[in-house]
């Protein structure tokens, strides 16, 4: 019958044991945001303008085509709506656009952060406005054909000119050529250019300079910009990544971002307070991925599986008592269920991690930026471990749908490509785990000189006991405790060895490379840390909130099973030096079962309580009503090989082929 639940799904929500609501507030933070998340959801989906086609039929031409006619109605719909907070609006932007680029994405989550992180207030004034009210559209251009991550090696300049007041860009070689860069294909006309300044024949390494690159007349390249797209690519098919090559283009003098650091008219040059304040934007891309990118794709890819599992029926259990829903292999609840404990976990860390960033950020913008280092520290490690997981738990979200995981009509395919590229953007996770390592290191230096290490670090002030304490009730605290000890010990090592190395007449940079597998481990460990850390707090505020005891009982399990399946899955080493005793990680083992069993009836509960709407999921299996097999013809027949029962190739070649072979 139309319209009427799946009676398999529904036997699952008639058992729900917590709160369901009180579960929603808790993950968009207070029921104040979950009002403005619906509020803003509600107004993008049940826009009659917005048709929201699917992009799966589409060409790679005609998803960019339909992205830009999307986006264009979206910003037309912004003003009249008046949405101006930016929470506001990347909620209803994300209902619109769900696991896919705008054409402005650049502009709206790079460009404009940029501005307001590296303009002078005077140059903000003058293009901010511009830039809100999309008269000039920018993306952020860094990245070359030659260097990503070595922005220090980046080959295109900046070379002041003191007669006109004016740089010039100039991409020297082929690997200078800018590529990547977000909406830089076909959409902009602005960008944010990362390029070496040379001052009198100095170099004082990369700045951002803000450059026309196409006419805002007919959108034709600006004379000595040479412009295009990048081809296709794993996913991301409605983005037009760009390259772009300068012919020695002048720009004004005024149009380097100047708010960290200065060029006079007479090519003086006021140097930033801390070089590192030019990759700010980069900062902030990685603190709000964890979230949007990491936490959010996993727990819809958590959502579609969790729900059809519970739809799908296969095998048996018992000899002759019938197929069971496949949720109820344990094995299939032990592929799946962490995969939805880290999705909250990872949500509950970037509660966190915005927090954070927030807070040093307006810190920064009053001048004080010791805590700059701890920002970068947190943000590397914590975007490259969540990234890292996530990816990994939407594969096997799309293995637990069986074969269906593997179509599109699972869903899982788009959201998994979107999110994908968060691994290498933004700072290639290898990288951002080193990046993260050399701050740990810098901090074991400074505890074993008796200074006091801030909030995330503070563990590397106090070591920990020998041996863990914990028992057949497994906690939370003493949870928290192993992976504080293990991240206390990972981190000690990857110094000694470094230290080691350095005394035994290595060469410091030598010695660095030398020891990256171990620090890796540390980065590693030390973000899981942080996010069982994160889980734990998150715990007790809600606890101190009086939010319900059943929600609370369900979000325990869920944040214990989430440390005990890290645990078992690096069970090495958290038992190595005896840590953990053999009979404790039987303890361990066995609670994670328990969590498994304890959980079942709850998992679609848990998955609900998001609240994706099926819109954004876009997935036949993921339905919220759970009527699978009603809707995969229907979806099938969408498809252009459908349009007609004989393809036209078979006139063209097999007939011919045939009649010729009918013939010998
Ligand atoms: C409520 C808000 C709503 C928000 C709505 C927004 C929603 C957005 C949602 C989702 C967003 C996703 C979609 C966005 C699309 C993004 C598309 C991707 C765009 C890009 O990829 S742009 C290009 C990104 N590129 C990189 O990340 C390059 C990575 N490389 C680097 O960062 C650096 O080169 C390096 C860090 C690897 C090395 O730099 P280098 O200069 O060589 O420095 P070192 O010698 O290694 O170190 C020197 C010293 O500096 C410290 N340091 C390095 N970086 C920083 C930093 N960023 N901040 C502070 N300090 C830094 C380093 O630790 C060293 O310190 P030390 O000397 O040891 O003390
Ligand atoms: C979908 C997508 C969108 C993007 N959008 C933009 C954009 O809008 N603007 C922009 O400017 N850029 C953009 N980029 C580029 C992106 O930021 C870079 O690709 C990324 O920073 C990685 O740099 P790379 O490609 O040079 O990788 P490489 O550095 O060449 O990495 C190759 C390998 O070398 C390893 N490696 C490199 N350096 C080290 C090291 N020091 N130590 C150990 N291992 C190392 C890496 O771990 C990796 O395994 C985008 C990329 C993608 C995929």
Known sequence: ????????????????????????????????????????????????????????????????????????????????????????????????????????????????????????????????????????????????????????????????????EEFVIHSPTRTSLKWWPGNLGKSTNHAIVMAQLIVKGQNYGPHPFIVQIRSLENHMPQPGVTLGDIGPKFGYDANDNGFMQFDHVRIPRENMLMKHSRVEPDGTYIKAKNSKLTYGTMVFVRSVLIRDVAALSLAQCATIAIRYSCVRRQSEIKPGAGEPKVMDYRAQQAKLFPQLATAYAFLFVAQEMENIYFSVNSEIDRGEIDRLPELHGLSSALK?????????????????????????????????????????????????????????????????????????????????????????????????????????????????????????????????????????????????????????????????????????????????????????????????????????????????????????????????????PDKVLDSVLGRYDGRVYENMLEWAMKDELNKTQVHESYFKHIRPFVKQASKL
């Not at 979950?34 to 799966?56: G, H």
């Not at 008269?135 to 260097?147: N, P, V």
Request: aromatic residues 10%; neutral net charge.
């Open 1 to 164: 019958m139309a319209g009427t639940v799946n009676p398999d799904l529904q036997a699952e929500r008639d058992r729900i044991s917590f709160e369901q609501e009180a579960l929603t507030n808790a993950i968009d933070g207070t029921p104040e945001k979950t009002e403005k998340r619906r509020k803003y959801a509600n107004l993008a989906l049940n826009d009659p303008d917005f048709d929201m086609t699917s992009y799966n039929f589409l060409s790679r031409s005609e998803k960019y085509g339909a992205a830009v006619e999307k986006t264009v109605k979206m910003i037309k719909k912004i003003g009249k709506l008046g949405i101006t907070d930016p929470t506001d609006l990347y909620i209803y932007r994300s209902h619109i656009f769900p696991n896919e680029s705008t054409s402005f994405t650049l502009h709206a989550d790079m460009f404009i952060p940029t501005l307001m992180g590296q303009a002078s207030p005077k140059q903000q004034s003058k293009w901010l406005p511009k830039a809100l009210t999309l008269q000039i559209i920018g993306t952020y251009a860094q990245t070359e054909l030659g260097h990503g991550t070595f922005i220090r090696g980046l080959e295109t300049t900046a070379t002041y000119d003191e007669k006109t």
């Open 384 to 612: 490259a471990f969540t990234t890292d997981w996530a990816v990994v738990g939407m594969e096997i979200c799309r293995r637990s749908c069986g074969g269906h995981g593997f179509s599109h009509c699972s869903g899982i395919p788009k959201i998994y490509v979107n999110a994908l590229p968060g691994v290498t953007y933004e700072g290639e996770n290898t990288v951002m785990y080193l990046q993260a390592a050399r701050y740990l290191v810098k901090c074991v230096n400074m505890a074993k000189r008796g200074d006091q290490l801030p909030g995330s670090v503070a563990f590397l002030n106090k070591k920990p006991a020998p041996k863990s304490s914990i028992t057949e009730d497994v906690n939370m605290v003493d949870l928290v405790e192993a992976y504080r000890a293990r991240a206390y010990y990972l981190v000690h090592m990857a110094s000694f060895e470094l230290d080691r190395e350095i005394k035994n007449g290595m060469a410091s940079y030598d010695a660095w490379n030398e020891c990256a597998v171990a620090l890796v481990m540390a980065a590693k460990a030390y973000g899981h840390y942080v996010v069982v850390e994160a889980f734990a707090k998150k715990l007790e505020t809600l606890t101190n909130n009086q939010v319900p005891a059943s929600v609370i009982g369900v979000l325990t399990l869920l944040g214990k099973l989430y440390a005990l399946h890290g645990i078992l899955e690096n069970s090495g080493d958290f038992m190595s030096e005896n840590y953990l005793s053999k009979q404790q990680k039987s303890f361990i083992y066995n609670g994670f079962l328990y969590a498994l069993k304890s959980l079942r009836p709850d998992a679609v509960g848990l998955v609900d309580a998001f609240e994706f």
